[in-house]
């Protein structure tokens, strides 16, 4: 006689973890403060454009160095990147599986308009999908060189003044700081809902917070390609 085959195994923790949507919500507030933590050491870094080419080159120089002599040449680089590309994706597919979630469980308009949420609520889709094209524009332009017709390889500054010399390099840049910007005002506030870092006492502070991160870092990316048109960086 055949045994009969189990049906009833329980999935593993790491697979009810995903498939909820605390468990989402809960990737996506994570992965999107591990994005936040490098956006301000990025704008740290790109803010040296402003000490001359000398100390922009070594920068670029040392992120290649990084963690030497215990990782080889480049190694520490690589692992901030395969850091960084996990938590994008983590980061993109929970957004998007939670917003499927979102309409199967609301398939009808709502009868009565609800309180319109903020403008950054409303576009943080778009918002997103700005972010990551740009993403790929910024690794063919600084990264690859592949769109960046005047690059020197080896040279970052002399790359981004080349990137920030034309007028879609700095309106395709601006454009995606803008909704940088508003991504990172709402997801702040998101991220510490769902870490349940807020209450009551708390709200006011992070939104205080949320507000001032996502306006020093706009200003601070797009301070380098005004630098460069207003000729302050060449």
């Known amino acids: ?8 195994r329980k999935p593993s923790p ?25 956006l301000v050491a990025h704008v740290m870094g ?14 670029g120089h040392w992120l290649r160095t990084m963690g030497e002599p215990v990782l080889h040449y480049s190694w520490g680089l690589w692992i901030v990147r395969v850091v960084l590309l996990a938590a994008v994706v983590g980061h993109a597919v929970s957004a998007y599986q939670l917003s499927r979630r979102d309409l199967r469980a ?16 409303r576009t ?23 769109v960046n017709e005047n690059a020197e390889p080896g040279h970052p500054y002399e790359n981004v003044v080349a990137t920030f010399s034309t007028w879609y390099g700095n309106v395709i840049y601006i454009v995606a700081m803008l909704a ?24 006011r502070a992070l939104k205080t917070v949320a507000n001032v991160l996502a306006l020093v870092l706009t200003a601070g ?7 460069v048109m207003t000729g302050v960086v060449g």
């Open 14 to 38: 790491t697979r009810t973890f995903w498939g909820s949507t605390v468990g989402k919500k809960t990737v996506m507030a994570v992965s999107g403060l591990i994005m936040l933590g490098y």
């Open 106 to 121: 609301r398939p009808v308009q709502y009868a009565h308009k609800r309180r319109r949420a903020s403008y950054a609520t």
């Open 46 to 59: 790109n803010l040296k454009v402003f000490f001359g080419a000398g100390e922009f080159n070594a920068y």
């Open 180 to 203: 940088v910007g508003l991504h990172v005002r709402h997801g702040f506030w998101s991220a510490a809902q769902t870490l349940g870092v807020g209450n009551a006492t708390r709200d």
């Open 221 to 227: 990316f797009i301070s380098v390609p005004v630098a």
């Open 124 to 146: 943080m889709r778009w918002g997103g999908i700005i972010v990551a094209l740009f993403i790929v524009w910024h690794l063919l332009d600084l990264t690859t060189l592949t």
């Open 1 to 8: 006689m055949a045994l009969a085959t189990r049906t009833d």
